[in-house]
């Protein structure tokens, strides 16, 4: 996936009311810039960091800059754009990189299923076989190349966990997929320290057959792209 259109490099000054980030650009001049992420973004969005914007000309549009990409810790980038993960990860799937879910037929997007939810991705094999796919972004990195996820309590996600696991109740396949937005992050953990009640549940849908696996993503301010399966490590419960 590439951007639409070259990045432009900036400052963050700070981020406010979660949809809204003042940015300087080399130039001198304060931008304000749509945040496409409603989560915490806990430690992608440290003070004086340098970020990249992309810039419409659409006149219509409130903000003209959206922020796409920021450097963490001076050495790592970071998508905050959570538009991006399901479309990263769909593409991977359809271009046969995610070796565990190659060999279907055919792949649909936001797909109705559970209680008033929608799949990221359903799967269909040749036999009518299912496989539910449920994309989570990964942004948290915290020390030695852990990623962990949530960053913030989720109610929601623990929701999908179990909507999950009543599929493989049903018959089906169903895979949680962490979709790791971050050069840093070598593997992945449930974040217990943050929300122990979504830890728990990951562990116990496991034990119901659904699968958990993680890819990073390869970053750059031309585009991103799924690049390698990076390790799923399941914490102890204190």
Known sequence: MEFPTPLI????????????????????????????????????????????????????????????LVEVDEQYLACINTGYPNKLVGEAIANGVVEELTGYVEQKAEVKYGEKSRIDWLLTGG????????????????????????DAVTDRGRKHLYELANMVAEGHRAVMFFCVSHTG???????????????????????????????????DTKGMAVARSVPVKMPKLT
Not at 39 to 66: F, H, I
Not at 130 to 144: P, S
Request: glycine share 6%; with cysteine; aromatic share 8%.
């Open 9 to 68: 490099e900036g400052r963050l000054l700070k981020r406010y009311k979660r949809f809204l980030a003042d940015i300087e650009l080399p130039s001198g001049e304060v931008v304000v810039a749509h945040c496409p992420n409603t989560g915490s973004m806990k430690r992608c969005q440290q003070e004086n960091a340098r970020v990249w914007l992309s810039k419409s000309d659409n006149p219509k549009r409130k903000l003209a800059y959206t922020w796409e």
């Open 127 to 150: 036999d009518g076989q299912k496989c539910y796919v449920e994309v989570k972004n990964v942004t948290l990195l915290e020390e030695d190349g852990i990623g962990y996820f949530p």
């Open 185 to 219: 992050i070598d593997s992945v953990t449930p974040a217990v320290h943050i929300d122990k009640k979504y830890a728990q549940a990951c562990m116990e849908v496991i034990e119901k057959g659904v699968e958990v696996i993680a890819y990073q993503v390869a970053i």
